[in-house]
């Protein structure tokens, strides 16, 4: 698993993350990165501490061991038919939100890995180019029908390995709803207003944070997804504090005119609030404001 090339695609900004990391690290192998517009031969990578680096990447000579799929969700499966990939070949989804992860789990023919994480990255605006790690997290992985949970193992300790700090889970759907839940939150409110994640913990933001957070706890508790350790609203507050000077992935689409994954992030609440009849006005007014 380790020791062939892997292959990211999706050149946006946690593509690049990884790929820069994996690759600048001794023994994870040869590491790919295609884009929209092809295979990028570098990455320049602003670390956390503000230097900078520039990491050279391979191109795709064998058969990829792994392909981490960094695209937008909607983007997921198009990328795949158009990578040509032998049938068996392994996956690791990056996927915002949770409607790609399932139904590629049930129709790719080989082991499909889902990750929920926590790195918090974006690109620096035009004409500038690299990507910035705008603060560190955690990634968990696993499969949602729970089979491979040694691949996972490997290959969480190459992520470890490369600075990417991961763990391998056997409860990633609950990790997935996990980070929906943050993403429905930050995403849709930091475009709306056209602000950075640290915006959200003051007034008035702060407000509508704690409403959303309250439908979330409600649709969650319905579906008997148990809620993290401090809270549905302490998680998010977390969140928006590790992250504060970042500017989330919804943010960025909408001022460069790109699509957004508000389908990814918010349909699958809607889906579960129709399911039990439940009212929740603060997340429907977000999918409303929220540029498809």
């Known amino acids: ?62 058969p990829p061991a792994l392909v981490i ?65 705008a603060a560190a997290g955690h990634t968990w992985l696993g499969d949602l029908a729970g089979q491979h949970r040694t691949m996972a193992a490997a290959v969480a300790a190459t992520l470890t390995r490369a600075g990417l700090a991961a763990s391998a889970c056997d409860d990633i759907d609950e990790k997935l709803w996990h980070k929906l839940a943050v993403n429905a939150v930050i995403n849709p409110l930091t475009a709306r207003h056209r602000v950075r994640n640290g915006a959200l913990a003051e007034p008035p933001l702060s407000a509508e944070v704690e409403a959303l957070c309250a439908e979330i706890a409600q649709l969650m508790a319905a579906a008997k997804v148990s809620s993290p350790a401090a809270g549905w609203q302490g998680w998010v507050s977390a969140v928006i504090e590790a992250t504060a000077g970042n500017r989330s992935s919804m943010l960025q689409d909408v001022l460069a005119g790109r699509c957004t994954e508000r389908d990814a992030i918010l349909a699958p609440l809607l889906a579960l609030a129709d399911i039990h009849a439940l009212a929740v006005p603060g997340l429907r007014a977000c999918y409303r404001a929220t540029p498809g």
Request: proline share 7%.
């Open 1 to 62: 698993m380790t020791s062939g090339p892997w292959l990211v695609l999706g050149a946006g900004a946690l593509g690049q993350l990884f790929a820069a990391r994996l690759a600048a690290a001794s023994d994870s192998g040869q590491v790919v990165l295609r884009g929209r517009h092809g295979t990028l031969n570098q990455v320049r990578l602003r670390e956390i501490d503000g230097s900078w680096h520039t990491l050279a990447l391979a191109s795709l000579a064998v």
């Open 69 to 133: 799929v960094a695209t937008k969700a909607f983007d997921a499966e198009q990328a795949l038919q158009q990578a040509q990939l032998a049938p068996d070949t392994p996956l690791l989804l990056l996927q915002n939100g949770f409607s790609v992860q399932p139904s590629l789990s049930r129709e790719w023919p080989g082991p499909v890995l889902c990750a929920a994480t926590t790195e918090a990255a974006y690109r620096q605006p035009p004409p500038a180019t690299g990507v910035i790690h």
